[in-house]
């Protein structure tokens, strides 16, 4: 690589910067068409980016999950920490998933990994993510409460060359397949992966062949950088001070109850310190986290409240700084237990936004969801003996704003991905959706109300299956801000025939789910922003119309007939 190559001009930069951006893009949809399982082509639970030669973020596809840049960082710095750059060859593709070996976050997301050469020189890597429907372990869905250690939650994959030169290492493929539920489904999800790593290799390839590869590696270069500038700039304009904030996991799906998130913001001038001293020691059920994965969800907060335009890369990475305890929830180590971690990300970027309230007011929001409400069901289909693996994460209500109403039923800050259709659920599924909707009065009450949750209510057709699932704000609302008022918890409910219900755990381990019963999934509303009595009496009288509320509801929070 020519080093003489002088920097590009602005306007280069920002032409090549968008042509990286589409073949990241293109991966991304490539990837989701190419999938079998609903978690990816549906739900699109998946992420593609470009990496450079270093190691470091460059550009991630627009509609990838925002946590993944976490895996994508861990992967290489685990990747660079087991082998040298002389043993990284064309055709290469390395596959990880472990947090603790590999760089992960948990186990169902396998990254991928391939350099890109041109003339045979090292250019940097092409790498997707995708979160594999089940990797293994003790219950269907690798996600399930209750579990204590890592060994438990499935397959571990460290740094390992799954390609070498092209040549798939098929007994390596093996192991991973034989140690997955529906196998089938599996091979082709990763089959998906291969073909979106070599097509975003090729269309790299022909913009270094159009550009030169040394002027596509400063481009590299000045992404981040800029970036970096860009997010201090932003920084800078927060009042110094120090900020602090405490909010707390309902459970961790074993003993301990109400573990406890502790935050100290320190701004001065355009730097930004994030330490979570005080946070619980890592727990012994799954709602753990690499340091890695917290500090994603600290930078995507801080990124969404300050300037949500910024390119997700390494420069927003390096612009933060972020510190945790060494054993603690939010940097555990092996062999703790992290099945769960997008909980522990929500309330994360939860805790953030708290803090930042006071200097940031109008980009502040009331509490989301805050979970990503998980249910599995699994089971054979009755009718080809098959066995399938239902996975979603559920959305829920999005928090009141500074000048406007939370979102209903949405996905929240750092998951990203979409709804699974009902028509696709039966349609791949022995699996009956009897009820799915929003849930009235659920949204916190405020001048901005919150967002409301929703409810789902799936029964198995023909046979008997397992359900397990996870949810957080089941025991602690979310809370509202600046005098706005707690959105609803969420709740998991076994509805009987005769429609008896009884109340399951927050985080229920596997259960035989008979054809004669349903599981009902209510998800967390969101909190309201702003005083109750200050709303507009035009927005009452519109959540009146909307049959959203009842007249108790809008009598009771906002004292009118």
């Given at each position: 690589m020519n080093q003489n190559t002088p920097s590009p001009d602005p306007i280069t930069t920002e032409i090549l910067s968008n042509a990286l951006q589409s073949v990241t893009d293109e991966a991304f949809v490539a990837l989701m068409k190419s999938a079998y399982s609903t978690n990816i082509k549906e739900r699109h639970d998946h992420s593609c980016a470009i990496v450079d030669r270093r190691g470091k973020l460059v550009v991630q596809a627009w509609n990838s999950i925002p946590v993944h840049i976490a895996s994508v960082l861990g992967q290489m710095e685990a990747l660079f920490a087991k082998f040298d750059i002389s043993e990284i060859q064309e055709g290469d593709i390395f596959a990880a998933n472990d947090p603790h070996e590999g760089g992960g976050t948990h186990l169902p997301d396998v990254s991928l990994a391939m350099p890109v050469f041109v003339e045979g020189e090292l250019l940097g890597f092409v790498c997707n993510i995708a979160h594999h429907a089940d990797i293994g372990g003790m219950s269907p869905g690798s996600m399930a409460g209750g579990m204590s250690e890592i060994y438990q939650e499935g397959l571990r994959i460290p740094v390992i060359k799954l390609f070498r030169r092209g040549v798939l290492d098929r007994d390596l493929f093996d192991i991973l397949l034989l140690n997955v539920r529906v196998r089938d489904?599996?091979?082709?999800?990763?089959?998906?992966?291969?073909?979106?790593?070599?097509?975003?290799?090729?269309?790299?390839?022909?913009?270094?062949?159009?550009?030169?590869?040394?002027?596509?590696?400063?481009?590299?270069?000045?992404?981040?950088?800029?970036?970096?500038k860009r997010m201090r700039e932003s920084i800078a304009g927060i009042p110094d001070g120090v900020y602090r904030f405490e909010d707390v996991m309902d459970d961790d799906g074993r003993d301990t109850v109400n573990v406890p998130i502790n935050l100290t913001a320190t701004i001065e001038g355009d730097r930004a310190v994030f330490d979570f001293s005080g946070t619980a020691p890592q727990t012994p059920g799954n709602i753990n986290i690499p340091l890695h994965g917290t500090k994603a969800a600290v930078c995507y907060a801080l990124k969404a409240m300050l300037d949500p335009e910024i390119p997700n890369n390494h420069g927003v990475l390096d612009a933060v700084e972020v510190t945790a305890p060494l054993g603690t929830m939010l940097s555990c180590v092996a062999p703790a237990s992290v099945a769960s971690r997008a909980h522990t990300s929500q309330r994360i970027i939860d805790v953030v936004i708290g803090a930042l309230a006071v200097p940031l007011p109008d980009a502040a929001v009331g509490a989301a969801n805050g979970a990503n409400s998980m249910a599995v069901?699994?089971?054979?289909?009755?009718?080809?003996?098959?066995?399938?693996?239902?996975?979603?994460?559920?959305?829920?209500?999005?928090?009141?704003?500074?000048?406007?109403?939370?979102?209903?039923?949405v996905q929240v800050h750092i998951t990203n991905t979409s709804n699974l259709p009902v028509e696709a659920i039966e349609m791949e599924y022995p699996l009956l959706v009897e009820r799915y909707g929003l849930i009235p009065d659920s949204g916190g009450a405020g001048q901005y109300r919150g967002g409301l949750g929703l409810q789902r209510v799936v029964r198995p057709l023909g046979h008997s299956c397992i359900f397990n699932g996870v949810g957080e704000r089941f025991r602690n609302r979310p809370w509202g801000i600046f005098g706005g008022d707690a959105g609803a918890s969420g709740s998991f409910w076994l509805e009987e025939a005769d429609g008896s219900r009884r109340q399951l755990g927050h985080k229920p381990p596997d259960m035989p789910l008979r054809e004669d019963q349903a599981v009902v999934v209510n998800t967390p509303g969101a909190g309201g922003y702003g005083e109750p009595r200050q709303r507009d009496p035009n927005s009452v009288a519109a959540d009146r119309m909307s049959g959203k509320f009842s007249e108790d509801f809008i009598a009771r929070n906002y004292g009118l007939d």
């Open positions: 489904e599996r091979r082709g999800d990763y089959n998906a992966q291969f073909a979106a790593l070599h097509l975003a290799e090729r269309r790299l390839q022909d913009i270094a062949a159009k550009n030169g590869m040394g002027l596509v590696a400063k481009v590299f270069e000045e992404i981040i950088s800029r970036t970096q069901f699994a089971g054979n289909d009755p009718e080809t003996g098959e066995p399938y693996v239902y996975l979603e994460t559920l959305g829920g209500g999005f928090g009141g704003r500074n000048d406007r109403d939370g979102k209903d039923g």
